[in-house]
């Protein structure tokens, strides 16, 4: 038997509860999880509304998770529970298929990996596979004190921007923007966010998680032909463009899932963060959690009293 955190009824946060350990089957490894985040993925799809529809319960949720196979090697590994039949990360014990384990460097930071996981890869594969980030260029990045955001930042630098602007909304969002070294933060809850946006222009590239009137602002700074990447929309579902503007400029509206990446495509991105990792040139303000504690844990995420990622330890 094991340790498992269960949602019996979509809605309500996991229990721990015991539950067997799980067997694999053709094509399948056993992982022995050492962390898992709690991510927006994780709550959408337990709260049965999500488009993938109402989960079969009870399930263990957990769409990504690090941990060690039985024959020590580290791994990064996804699961698909809550948007198919299965349990995900949030165990002891989990399974996963083949093509959806990344081998980990040796010593390197399982509950870092576990915080930045698919958030790092979106941060990462809008940078420079869709936004295709060219060294020197200048970039904006909006939710600034995210966890895409963050990743975002830090990756622009490390993957050759000259100048990396940050767009935020708190005093504890501005902090983690500077920590995660942003060149200057702009502050969308104070006044004249429009003009102090204009004097960190041009912009070459605008990763964006937030959408809304933030989008609309920067489509506004970016130079003639430059990129915004759209990968969230957490400040609105419509953002307001005016046609003479991307016309005007000849602008590239983009949108980026990482739903739409090969497994491939993923796990090269994982290897690329988790050596950043390594070699300390990436890091994420983050909690950990104890076990034992997940229900809290989870209710804090989901009504938006933690104000960073939460990371489950086992």
């Known amino acids: 038997m094991m340790r498992a955190a269960v949602i019996d009824t979509c809605g309500l946060p996991p229990l721990v509860s015991e539950r ?10 056993r992982v022995h999880v050492t962390a898992a985040s709690i991510t927006p993925l994780d709550l959408l799809c337990a709260s049965g509304t999500s488009y993938f529809g109402a989960p ?19 791994v990064w590994f ?28 040796e010593g390197v930071d399982h509950r870092l990996v576990a ?21 020197g260029e200048q970039v904006l990045v909006l939710g600034g004190g995210g966890v895409v955001g963050q990743a975002a930042i830090q990756l622009a630098r490390l993957h050759g921007a000259s100048r990396v602007v940050a767009e935020c909304r708190s005093d504890a969002a501005q902090r983690r923007a500077e920590r995660a070294g942003a060149s200057a933060v702009v502050r969308l809850d104070e006044p004249c966010f ?13 990763v964006d998680p937030v959408f809304g009137a933030p989008a609309v602002s920067a489509m506004h ?27 005007g400029k000849h602008l ?44 809290d844990a989870w209710t804090r995420q989901a009504t938006g009293k933690a104000d960073r990622r939460l990371v489950v330890v086992l």
């Open 20 to 29: 067997p350990e799980p067997a694999t089957g053709p094509g399948e490894v």
């Open 56 to 74: 079969a319960t009870p399930y263990v949720p957990g769409v990504q998770g690090v941990g060690v196979l039985d024959d020590g090697t580290p």
């Open 78 to 105: 996804a699961t698909s529970a809550g948007m198919r039949p299965g349990d995900g990360s949030m165990a002891e014990w989990a399974v996963a298929a083949h093509g959806d384990i990344v081998p980990l460097p």
């Open 115 to 135: 915080a930045l996981g698919l958030s790092a890869v979106a941060a990462l594969m809008a940078l420079t596979w869709r936004g295709d980030l060219r060294a």
């Open 194 to 206: 429009d003009e102090r946006l204009a004097e960190q222009g041009p912009i070459d590239l605008v």
């Open 221 to 247: 700074v970016l130079r003639p032909g430059g990129r915004l990447v759209n990968l969230g929309s957490s400040a609105g579902e419509s953002a307001p463009f005016d046609s003479a503007t991307l016309r």
């Open 252 to 295: 590239s509206l983009l949108g980026y899932t990482n739903t739409e990446l090969t497994k491939e495509q993923r796990a090269d991105a994982v290897a690329v963060i988790a050596e950043h990792v390594r070699g300390g040139r990436l890091t994420l303000d983050y909690e950990t959690v104890a076990f034992a504690d997940i229900a």
